[in-house]
């Protein structure tokens, strides 16, 4: 049969379709042979079992009906019986499938419509397919575009290959952004949804920073200076941690620039957010230090435990180590990762005093000894009863004044303390009726399994139907304020981490987590 010039036209048509939208050939011969496909069925019948076969270089097309052999035909469209089968083809055999040629269609205004949307939406489909390929992997980077449109305050880029949104969250507060402006921001996020991935910028992220500088400081991206940390108030003021890994180059030097060059650079791609450039440390009350400049620090008190960090300051240096607002000190918290608290040298002796007196009665009513005994206690660092309980014994032994048989007599009154503490509050414990299998949990003490119960989480189960928050404590804006709701363990001072934890272990043993994982396993399916 001869090759119509119509049908090398339309391959032609098709090969350019898929070089345009970087589509594989192949998709678009499939999407092409689904098209004939069912319009084919529009003649034949919709239950017809009808496939279609297109050669990619000379465009010819071949139709085939294909009828299974089964042993009793149900639907006759589709089905034959194996004796009808035989007659055709003698070697067929049930489940096999006949192949009968059908001669070319000539499709009608409808069925030509139809295949037109086909084969219009596979190429779409493909086309998402492709982009969500192209972009998964580049979540991190900064990328260029144009703005398109601007939509309820959300910014449309172009990115040539595809869009991508700016939600106005992630727009640094009053940038003059306008249709046609060339942009660039950072790839935070790329999902497949139903629409078609989505790809969303961002040029509020603290590591569109860091990127910014990789970019200016080529120290910085031969990897010879590492930044460690990065804080942003995005518009504001930012601050980022920079660290050598050669003792010869200075890293904020480097990162600033000749008469400030580098720096300048990304402070205008940022709108005009100032930076400040402090050298990273290990040690972590160094770096707290370093954070809080411009402010001077005369003394750093370390919690590494809670993660919490009290800084003393001159009375004159208060203001500015707080900051605007208290910016300072929360961008330099976040740039650490320690809660700062930070208060005057006058503050520092009223709150050291007032511990003292409170440490000194304690341990003067729990361990029965005079004003000296307990001092001296406070003075070598003793803050709790249980310290001294279960403290080696030489440690008691060794402070001036203190000798053997009275550190053993000390050690031996608080652990009857503690002990007479523990059976009181396992009475407690009881009477409200809280069940044994929040013993099991290594994270709660007593004293937390009261304070749970006494909000009505009596049992492992009540626990695993718990939340963080509930834990931990929340805030959140009422009527335009803010308003904070204390959680049940926020006074033992429980962090989210360790509380999302400990509600996993519940769910755990309570093999909700296994449920869960059913439930999306049978989702997916």
């Known amino acids: 049969m001869a090759v119509t010039a119509n049908k090398l036209e339309l391959m032609q048509i098709a090969r350019a379709v898929a070089m345009e939208k970087s589509i594989d050939m192949d998709i678009v011969i499939d999407a092409m042979e689904d098209a004939l496909s069912r319009a084919a069925k529009s003649r034949y019948g919709q239950e017809t079992n009808i496939r279609v076969e297109i050669d990619p270089k000379t465009g010819e097309q071949r139709l085939w009906r294909l009828m299974e052999v089964v042993e009793s035909v149900e639907n006759d469209s589709t089905e034959i019986t194996l004796k009808a089968a035989q007659r055709s083809n003698p070697e067929a055999e049930i489940g096999d499938f006949l192949s009968d040629p059908l001669p070319p269609v000539d499709f009608g205004r409808v069925a030509a419509l139809s295949a037109k949307q086909t084969i219009t939406q596979r190429m779409r489909d493909a086309e998402r397919d492709n982009q969500y390929e192209d972009y998964k992997d580049r979540v991190g980077e900064i990328i260029s575009g144009i703005i398109k449109r601007l939509e309820y305050g959300h910014v449309i880029v172009d990115l040539g290959k595809g869009e991508a949104v700016i939600r106005r969250d992630q727009q640094i507060p009053r940038e003059p952004l306008r249709q046609g402006d060339r942009v660039r921001a950072y790839i935070a996020d790329v999902r497949r949804e139903p629409r078609g991935p989505q790809i969303f910028l961002s040029r509020t992220h603290p590591q569109f920073m860091a990127k910014l500088f990789e970019q200016e400081v080529p120290e910085v991206y031969d990897g010879v200076i590492e930044i460690k940390a990065v804080a942003r108030d995005a518009g504001s003021r930012a601050k980022i941690g920079v660290y050598s890994n050669d003792s010869s180059i200075d890293p904020v030097g480097a990162c600033v620039g000749m008469r400030g060059s580098r720096v300048q650079a990304v402070v205008g791609e940022l709108a005009g957010e100032k930076i400040d450039i402090v050298p990273w440390s290990e040690d972590t009350a160094t770096f707290v230090v370093n954070a809080l400049a411009p402010a001077e620090v005369a003394k750093v008190v370390l919690d590494e435990e809670l993660e919490r960090i009290e800084v003393v300051v001159p009375d004159e240096q208060l203001s500015l180590a707080?900051?605007?607002?208290?910016?300072?000190?929360?961008?330099?918290?976040?740039?650490?990762?320690?809660?700062?608290?930070?208060?005057?040298?006058?503050?520092?002796?009223?709150?050291?005093?007032?511990?003292?007196?409170?440490?000194?009665?304690?341990?003067?009513?729990?361990?029965?000894?005079?004003?000296?005994?307990?001092?001296?206690?406070?003075?070598?660092?003793?803050?709790?009863?249980?310290?001294?309980?279960?403290?080696?014994?030489?440690?008691?032994?060794?402070?001036?004044?203190?000798?053997?048989?009275?550190?053993?007599?000390?050690?031996?009154?608080?652990?009857?303390?503690?002990?007479?503490?523990?059976?009181?509050?396992?009475?407690?414990?009881?009477?409200?009726?809280?069940?044994?299998?929040?013993?099991?949990?290594?994270?709660?003490?007593?004293?937390?399994?009261?304070?749970?119960?006494?909000?009505?989480?009596?049992?492992?189960?009540?626990?695993?139907?718990?939340?963080?928050?509930?834990?931990?404590?929340?805030?959140?804006?009422?009527?335009?304020?803010?308003?904070?709701?204390?959680?049940?363990?926020?006074?033992?001072?429980?962090?989210?981490?360790?509380?999302?934890?400990?509600?996993?272990?519940?769910?755990?043993?309570?093999?909700?987590?296994?449920?869960?994982?059913?439930?999306?396993?049978?989702?997916?399916?």
């Open 322 to 525: 707080i900051g605007r607002r208290g910016q300072n000190v929360r961008l330099a918290s976040q740039l650490t990762g320690y809660e700062i608290d930070i208060m005057t040298e006058e503050e520092e002796s009223e709150k050291r005093q007032k511990e003292y007196a409170e440490r000194s009665k304690l341990f003067m009513e729990v361990l029965d000894v005079d004003d000296m005994i307990a001092n001296l206690l406070v003075a070598e660092g003793f803050a709790r009863v249980e310290e001294i309980a279960y403290v080696e014994l030489d440690e008691i032994a060794l402070i001036e004044g203190f000798d053997d048989e009275t550190a053993e007599e000390l050690q031996a009154r608080a652990q009857e303390y503690l002990e007479k503490e523990r059976q009181e509050l396992d009475a407690k414990r009881i009477e409200m009726g809280v069940q044994d299998d929040l013993l099991e949990f290594e994270q709660l003490d007593l004293k937390m399994i009261i304070a749970l119960a006494e909000e009505g989480v009596k049992s492992a189960e009540d626990l695993a139907g718990c939340v963080a928050d509930d834990l931990t404590g929340w805030t959140e804006r009422v009527d335009g304020e803010k308003k904070h709701y204390e959680g049940m363990l926020e006074k033992f001072r429980m962090k989210p981490d360790a509380a999302e934890a400990l509600i996993a272990e519940a769910r755990h043993r309570m093999g909700w987590d296994e449920e869960e994982e059913g439930e999306e396993e049978a989702v997916e399916a």
